[in-house]
């Protein structure tokens, strides 16, 4: 299914160009949502009641085959510059195609009334990649989106081609966040972690990190981190499946203003909580071996 598509969408769910490149729209009472098809990259989550859960920037670039800044940046088959230390670009290949809009379903809510429980709507959309790995080795992929009020959930999965797999990839998540400095972390505590700031250096972390400048850790974290923003009055649990690592990143004001896709002041407004298979986390696929990388998002005001 592409933008060409003659089967029917469900109703609240529709494309249209957003930034003048394809997108998915998301609509209904529950939320509002944007996935660009460049990256698979999802830019906006807006439950009802909420501001959006993602920081995009303002001054992002949109443009086949250019990373987006904000949103959930799809990052494999490698992290960063890889495991050899060389491999680009960087972050590898995922985050810079066009994928294909491959289903799109919407599920009414319904009331448990036995276990008083409430499932509210829901939209389900799965965009994948096939044929596109510049290495020739068929490595493709196919990333899973469930959207409602009172979670988000992203699974990405990242199939091996001809040739055993080493993988790294991450949900290269950036939280919006009333104001970075007033965040408290939970999650991450005792935990060791690769310094990306000193080398790589392994250390370990002496209660929860502080955030008073850059971080770029990969922490050996596979459960739950969760952000209080004491300005935005809210805490974002992140739970994650089937990962290993979990990145922490925020570039602060000397590392951003190297970056020319982000207002000089706007590294304030996000924290990046990436659910990952990282570094020495990476993991061994063979050939035709899939991997699920999961992340679940829930957000509750106070
Ligand atoms: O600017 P990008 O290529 O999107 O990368 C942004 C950041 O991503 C990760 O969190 C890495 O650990 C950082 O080292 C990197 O600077």
Redesign the pocket.
């Known amino acids: 299914m592409d933008e060409n598509t003659t089967t029917e969408l469900p109703r609240g769910v529709r494309l249209e160009d957003v930034h003048g490149t394809p997108a998915v729209l998301v609509e209904i009472a529950a939320c509002t949502a944007v996935i660009h098809r460049d990256g698979a990259h999802l830019t906006s989550w807006v439950p009802d009641g909420e501001d959006d859960v993602l920081w995009t920037s303002p001054d992002a670039v949109y443009a086949e085959g250019e ?1 987006i800044r904000g949103g959930i ?1 799809l990052i494999g088959p490698w992290f ?1 510059p890889g495991r050899d230390g060389r491999s680009a670009p ?2 590898g290949w995922l985050r810079r195609r066009r994928w294909d809009l491959v289903s799109a379903e919407r599920f009414h809510g319904w009331a448990d009334e036995d276990a008083d429980v409430v499932h509210s709507d829901s939209v389900a959309i799965t965009l994948g990649l096939v044929d596109d790995d510049p290495a020739g080795d068929g490595i493709s992929a196919q990333v899973h989106f469930a959207i409602a009020v009172d979670h988000l959930q992203v699974r990405l999965d990242i199939t091996a081609g001809s040739a055993p797999l080493e993988l790294e990839a991450a949900l ?1 998540t950036y939280l919006s966040v009333g104001d970075v400095r007033a965040t408290r972390l939970h999650g991450l505590a005792g935990a060791r972690y690769l310094d ?1 700031l000193q080398d790589l250096r392994e250390l370990t972390q002496d209660g929860e990190p502080q955030l008073t400048g850059p971080v ?1 850790r990969v922490y050996d974290v596979d459960g739950p981190v969760t952000v209080h923003d004491e300005v935005l009055e809210r805490d974002i649990v992140i739970t994650p499946k089937c990962s290993t690592r979990t ?1 922490l ?1 925020n ?1 602060w004001s000397d590392g951003a203003a190297h ?1 020319s896709d982000m207002p000089l002041d706007a590294w304030q407004q996000f924290l ?1 909580v ?1 659910t990952a298979v990282a570094k020495d986390g990476a993991v061994h696929l063979e050939p035709g071996q899939t991997h699920h990388l999961q992340a679940r998002y829930e957000v509750s005001s106070r």
Do not use: F
């Open positions: 990373p940046p960063g960087a972050h290269h990306n770029d990145v990143w570039p970056l990046c990436e």
